[in-house]
């Protein structure tokens, strides 16, 4: 991989060279170091091609040659940040092709840093649009134990609470091996709920994670990769299909460098020159050995040894080294020579008077300083302005240049890793993040083209917590992160119509929850209607009843002149039954939709006519005594016998009653109302009785005079007569005083409609009581035995 990257750059400065566009007479020149990716190294090297001399000597110009352009490098961050830092103080434009690190951005510390791979904060920011495409809303994060893998890790998690993500589990991968780390990293990932791992490392350490993993059967997890794993063909291998396959993740731009390959498979150790590893490369492409006075040794000891011959066929090989149509990190790296060599050339084109410097002038392609010092332009930097300004479109179309921080435009693939024909896997580009596009069209994936783990076509889920429907709201889970919570029902009254709402909103006061407890619904009206079972029954019965009573009238009028109406004091018996009649009729204005007359009319109404009608009984109970005790020699009660005494007693005690009741209806009149307090799923229409205490008045004075009626009739019941009218007032006094009585807690314990009902029952059963224990007996008579 990284002997492409160097082919690269040498094919880079040799296409330059011959290009008699760019640079015309000019030569460019390399000098290759590799730092092994180790700091020092990387320093060294740098040393190296600053001072021109095989050992650094700080500070000294030693060199009598070509001046020093441009670096270009390091591959990683850790090496390109020291690198950075001594090139900033010389201020020699450096530019990276693999270097992410945040860091790198601060143009303070590193004034001539350059690159094209987009930073760490473009890294985090492309997980979590590939998190949030998929509503992965629960994720694990692995990263490799270094400085990279720590501060992106950091940058990740600011990233991931920005946008509402939790983290399950955040773990180290150790650089080093180590068994017991590794098993314990196996443990986390198995036992989790986390279905997506964000893994930021490099290969090298994700490998033996990887072998473990796959040794204990973990499956169905979609690991998430970045561009340092995302294309490493190592993990591609067979065995590690079933853990890995359907993972999928971010890489590098990919770039088809045109003439490359041809350019690869043109390297020979008989045609290239000034290439040192040639040979070894040769070793590694054939598998063979160069005849050379160490092998020649062993050549005549191991005769199943392969010599060199210079002959074979780079073109039969299929290698991914001579894949260039994937290159990306290649790809930048020939970029890089092209941004450099176009800097210089914007250099070397500048035309005396045009120039950017001091007084307009030009710098000197031939000796020019990597920054300029004036008197009074202190740091007129000179290949680092135009690197800085760089701008031209590439071999491949693409725009190249750097924005303020030495950054070029951000462009991401996004890859699948799917299981090729022969059981290996293959890195399959599914789309693109292109941050310097419009919103819209910024990301670009095809969801068709993706495969998941196990063959799976459906998206793969990993949330913590499933999301909770319209009707439930989210309730976090205690020292659990906000992803995990419970779907708790709203309670009744409270609804909410989005999913996953934190709260339940209030219905208003005429409304209330359905049962999906996702809408308010009008509460429904309730009354007695006539138009109900219940309202209807109780509306015929007492139509029935007023009839029945109304025939009996008609029968006691009828027959008046026989001896049974006569010896029962007709005209109490007319106004008694009249007064049934009308109990019974007002039962009707209890009935239907409490208006304003009818709440003010039916307690006073009901008041009254029953107070006359046991006035009437009370009349008819003392009547009786005063016939009977009269009948005696001497008594002195005969002078009540007649109709003053009955006629007044019923109107004394019912208009004390009419009074009462016109009391109640000026000082605190009736008036309906709208309940909406007693049932939460209702609203009542009901009369509210203005004065509680008026009506529990109206009522106590009933029931006295029921008591009083019973109490005289109760005394009266032995008179000595076969024909006992005041056994019969007993018997109705008792029923009604029982149905009254019973009437109190039935009234108090229900609600509503109900009330209204119980209070008719009352009325109903009192009143035929009355008809029943006193007429008919009578009617019995007149109609059956005359
Ligand atoms: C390159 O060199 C040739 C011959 O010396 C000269 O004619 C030509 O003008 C030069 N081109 C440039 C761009 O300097
Ligand atoms: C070093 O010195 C030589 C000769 O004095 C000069 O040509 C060369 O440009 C200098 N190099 C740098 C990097 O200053
Ligand atoms: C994994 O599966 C293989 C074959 O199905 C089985 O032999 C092995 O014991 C399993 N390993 C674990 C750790 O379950
Ligand atoms: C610019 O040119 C003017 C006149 O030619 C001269 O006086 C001045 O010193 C120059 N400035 C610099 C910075 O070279
Ligand atoms: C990214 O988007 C910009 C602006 O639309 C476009 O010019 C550029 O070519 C795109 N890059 C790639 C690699 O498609
Ligand atoms: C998406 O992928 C499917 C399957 O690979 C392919 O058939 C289709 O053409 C792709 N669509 C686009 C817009 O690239
Ligand atoms: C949810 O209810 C609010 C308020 O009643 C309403 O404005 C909104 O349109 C409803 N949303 C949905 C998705 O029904």
Not at 236 to 265: E, K
Not at 475 to 490: E, G, K, L, V
Not at 491 to 496: A, D, Q, V
Not at 729 to 757: D, E, H, N
Request: hydrophobic share 40%.
């Amino acid at each position: 991989r990284l002997y492409r990257w160097l082919q690269a750059m040498i094919f880079a400065i040799e296409e330059i060279n011959q290009n008699s566009k760019l640079l015309p007479n000019i030569t460019l020149g390399y000098e290759i170091y590799d730092s092994c990716f180790i700091v020092s190294r990387g320093l060294e090297a740098t040393m190296r091609l600053i001072i021109g001399k095989e050992e650094p000597f700080p500070n000294y110009n030693c060199t009598s040659r070509t001046p020093l352009a441009v670096i270009i490098g390091g591959a990683a961050s850790g090496t390109s940040i020291s690198m950075a830092r001594l090139l900033g103080v010389y201020n020699y434009p450096q530019i990276s092709y693999g270097a992410g690190a945040d860091i790198l951005n601060d143009r303070h510390q590193f004034p001539s840093f350059f690159r094209n791979v987009p930073d760490g904060n473009i890294r985090s920011r492309s997980i979590i649009k590939l998190l949030l495409h998929f509503g992965w809303t629960w994720t694990g994060i692995l990263a490799e134990d270094t400085d990279f893998g720590e501060l992106s890790t950091q940058s990740l998690r600011e990233e991931l609470s920005k946008a509402d993500i939790c983290i399950g589990f955040s773990e180290i991968i150790p650089i080093v091996y180590s068994t017991s780390k590794i098993n314990r990293l196996v443990e986390v990932i198995k036992k989790s709920s986390v279905n997506v791992i964000v893994i930021i490392s490099n290969e090298a350490y994700i490998i033996p994670l990887m072998e473990e993993v796959n040794q204990h059967n973990v499956t169905g997890k979609i690991w998430m990769t970045t561009e340092s794993t995302s294309t490493s063909i190592s993990l591609f291998s067979s065995h590690l299909v079933r853990t890995l396959a359907g993972a999928i993740g971010i890489a590098l731009h990919r770039g088809n460098i045109p003439g490359f390959r041809d350019f690869l498979l043109n390297l020979h150790p008989f045609k290239t020159h000034n290439n040192i590893y040639i040979e070894d490369y040769w070793k590694e492409l054939f598998g063979c050995t160069w005849p050379n006075q160490d092998t020649y040794q062993s050549v005549e000891t191991n005769v199943g040894i392969r010599l060199c011959r210079g002959t074979e066929e780079s073109t039969e090989l299929n290698i991914p080294f001579f894949d260039v149509s994937v290159s990306r990190f290649t790809n930048n790296v020939y970029n890089a020579v092209y941004t450099a060599a176009h800097a210089l050339h914007d250099l070397y084109t500048c035309s005396p008077g045009e120039g950017p410097f001091g007084n307009r002038t030009c710098a000197n392609i031939y000796y020019f300083e990597p920054w300029q010092v004036r008197k009074l332009y202190i740091t007129d930097l000179q290949l680092l302005h135009y690197v800085k300004n760089v701008h031209f479109i590439n071999k491949l179309g693409e725009e190249i240049y750097f924005d303020e921080k030495g950054n070029s435009p951000a462009v991401y693939d996004i890859v699948n890793w799917q299981v090729t024909t022969d059981g290996g896997l293959k890195c399959v580009e599914v789309g693109m993040i292109n941050f310097s596009a419009p919103p819209g069209k910024d990301f670009i994936i095809n969801n068709s083209a993706l495969t998941w783990n196990g063959g799976d076509t459906q998206i793969p889920r990993s949330v913590c917590s499933e999301s909770c429907p319209p009707g439930y709201r989210k309730a976090a889970r205690r020292w659990q992160p906000f992803c995990c919570f419970d779907c708790i029902r709203c309670s009744e009254g409270k609804i909410t119509n989005k999913t996953d709402s934190s709260d339940c909103m209030e219905c208003p006061y005429d409304h209330w929850s359905n049962d999906r407890r996702d809408k308010c619904v009008p509460k429904a009206i309730e009354f007695l209607s006539y138009k109900e079972p219940l309202g209807a029954v109780l509306a015929s019965v007492s139509t029935f009843c007023s009839l029945t009573s109304g025939i009996v009238l008609l029968a006691f009028i009828r027959h008046r002149d026989t001896p049974i109406v006569k010896a029962n004091n007709r005209e109490l018996s007319y106004l008694l039954l009249l007064a049934i009649v009308l109990c019974f009729l007002c039962c009707l204005i209890f009935i239907g939709q409490p208006l304003v007359v009818t709440c003010l009319l039916r307690q006073a109404a009901f008041g009254v006519i029953f107070a006359f009608s046991v006035s009437c009984v009370l009349a008819k109970t003392i009547v009786v005594v005063i016939a009977f005790k009269a009948t005696k020699p001497n008594s002195n009660l005969k002078k009540w016998v007649g109709h003053r005494l009955p006629n007044g007693i019923i109107f004394v005690c019912t208009i004390m009653q009419v009074i009462l009741c016109i009391a109640w209806l000026i000082s605190s009149p009736p008036f309906p109302e709208l309940n909406i307090k007693s049932q939460p799923r209702k609203i009542i229409i009901e009369c509210n009785e203005g004065s509680a205490v008026a009506f529990w008045c109206m009522l106590g004075y009933m029931g006295q005079l029921a008591i009083v009626s019973f109490m005289v009739a109760f005394l009266a019941r032995n008179l000595p007569e076969s024909f006992n009218e005041a056994r019969f007032i007993t018997f109705s006094m008792l029923v009604f005083v029982t149905v009254w009585l019973a009437f109190i807690p039935a009234y108090l314990s229900t609600k509503g409609k109900y009330m209204v009902a119980v209070e008719i029952f009352a009325i109903l059963a009192s009143s035929a009581g009355l008809l029943a224990c006193i007429f008919f007996p009578k009617c019995y008579i007149i109609f059956l035995k005359p």
